[in-house]
């Protein structure tokens, strides 16, 4: 292997050292850009729970506009993955810093071009694969957003504080969901048709603010020190796709397994649970909205709890805790929320997801990085995130639309019988879940890892 210069070598790894302006500018531009992606989430669960069916598909029956748009949304994650494989070799063989400048700015134009669309009614068809065309551009953007900041933050982080610090850029998940629910919160107050109003637009269109923000800073930051020392040592994996596929496979399942609870439990609690709130348990307002919000408020604190809890207890522990804390309640929350008292269901949605949900979310922030070696990191763990997206995430609101409709017609047809559908969507979470507790028994224990090292933790 060829040797760089000592001049060179000597430049390159002066620039591997952070100072604190360096790492709270670092922490500042992940968690912008990790506020940005989930306020198109939660905008984009919101809208397919409650605009987009009469929007883009009114041809159809409520039944099936529903299910046509949480289609759309399924798209978003189903491409993830290969965002997550396209940018995450980009991300181990370019620098950290160059895909997240490239995924704020993809995610962010995507979704405000999606507040320009046109409707079914002025543009028919083309209006719903405009749609589309637009959800699966934000999805290949988000493919690689989170993993990189994730990556970036521990790889900055000093040890035995690297859950702190990769918890707060997600923080800015939770700002970013607040931000969106609280925009539909106002849009929705006193609006009695939001999908007959031009209001539906406003929150896609302010993305163009956040990704503005996002982009300034992410440019102005430093290289994470870890790829610097990499790059200085002619280091830097060829093909990262082809090394994690011949020395990670056990640890990209483990990913995998952690996350079907967390992103389970976070797509069916921000999307399935409010249209299912909304429209079969029919309350009425801005319910599902003002949930999310308090959700959000609270998981902020859960996130940073999690993440310094796991730098004193280690992320197994941690992780698991919040694994068995959802599976417990899963029942008694399905079964609060399907009885239709507002603050009791909002009640319920902010303890499932604001503490068990998130509490996993938190914990995953150092601990998704510290399973891969420094060669192939970025790839390792969006290759992990973006694949259980797709298998939990992305797919839980069709199949929980599914469970609704399927629900109705083992009872006999009756669209009443569809409040019944909390068991089983109760028993689809707890299985998701239970896979979790079960890989956490399983993974090894990363906390205080060497990152510089090239072999996966063990």
Not at 85 to 114: E, N, P, Q, W, Y
Not at 168 to 181: D, I, K
Request: hydrophobic share 50%; aromatic share 10%; net charge positive.
């Amino acid at each position: 292997m060829a040797t760089m210069s000592t001049t060179s070598h000597g430049a390159q790894q002066a620039q591997a050292k952070i100072d604190n302006k360096d790492l709270r500018r670092a922490a500042w531009a992940c968690s912008l850009g990790s506020a940005l992606e989930y306020y198109d989430f939660a905008l984009y669960s919101l809208a397919s729970a409650l605009i987009f069916g009469p929007l883009f598909f009114p041809e159809q029956t409520v039944a099936m506009q529903l299910i046509l748009s949480f289609g759309t949304y399924f798209l978003g994650f189903a491409v993830r993955p290969i965002g997550g494989i396209v940018f995450g070799a980009l991300g181990d063989r370019l620098g950290r810093k160059f895909v997240l400048t490239t995924t704020v700015m993809l995610m962010g134009v995507s979704s405000t071009l999606i507040g320009l669309l046109p409707t079914f009614h002025s543009a028919g068809y083309l209006a719903p694969a405009l749609l589309v065309l637009l959800r699966i551009c934000q999805g290949l953007g988000a493919g690689a957003e989170q993993a990189g900041a994730a990556v970036l933050m521990t790889e900055y982080a000093p040890k035995g504080k690297r859950g702190f610090y990769a918890a707060l850029p997600f923080t800015g998940v939770q700002a970013g969901t607040v931000l969106a629910a609280g925009v539909y919160f106002l849009m929705l107050y006193g609006v009695e048709d939001i999908a007959a109003s031009w209001l539906w637009r406003v929150p896609f269109l302010c993305s163009a603010v956040i990704v503005g923000v996002a982009l300034y800073m992410r440019l102005h930051m430093k290289e994470s020190p870890t790829f610097t020392k990499l790059a200085a040592r002619e280091q830097v994996a060829e093909n990262p796709l082809r090394q994690v596929i011949r020395h990670s496979k056990r640890n990209v399942l483990t990913g995998i397994g952690l996350r079907m609870a967390e992103n389970g439990g976070s797509s069916i609690y921000q999307a399935l649970a409010v249209s299912y709130i909304a429209g079969v348990v029919g309350v009425q307002g801005p319910i599902g909205a003002l949930s999310l919000v308090s959700a959000a408020t609270i998981g902020a604190f859960t996130v940073l709890f999690a993440g310094i809890a796991s730098d004193h207890f280690g992320r197994r522990a941690v992780y698991r805790f919040f694994a068995i804390f959802q599976l417990v309640i899963a029942f008694p929350v399905w079964w609060v929320l399907s009885q239709g008292e507002i603050f009791s269901t909002i009640a319920a949605i902010t303890v499932a997801l604001g503490i068990g949900t998130w509490g996993m979310f938190g914990t995953q922030g150092s601990l998704m990085p510290e399973l891969f070696g420094a060669r192939y990191r970025y790839m390792g763990v969006s290759i992990s995130r973006e694949i259980s997206s797709v298998l939990a995430g992305g797919i839980a609101p069709l199949i929980g639309a599914a469970l609704i409709a399927a629900t109705a017609a083992w009872m006999g047809g009756d669209p009443a019988m569809r409040i019944h559908a909390w068991i089983p969507i109760a028993t689809y979470l707890s299985l998701l879940t239970l896979i979790t507790v079960v890989v956490s028994f399983r993974m090894p224990e990363t906390l205080n890892r060497d990152l510089d090292a090239h072999e996966d933790a063990k």
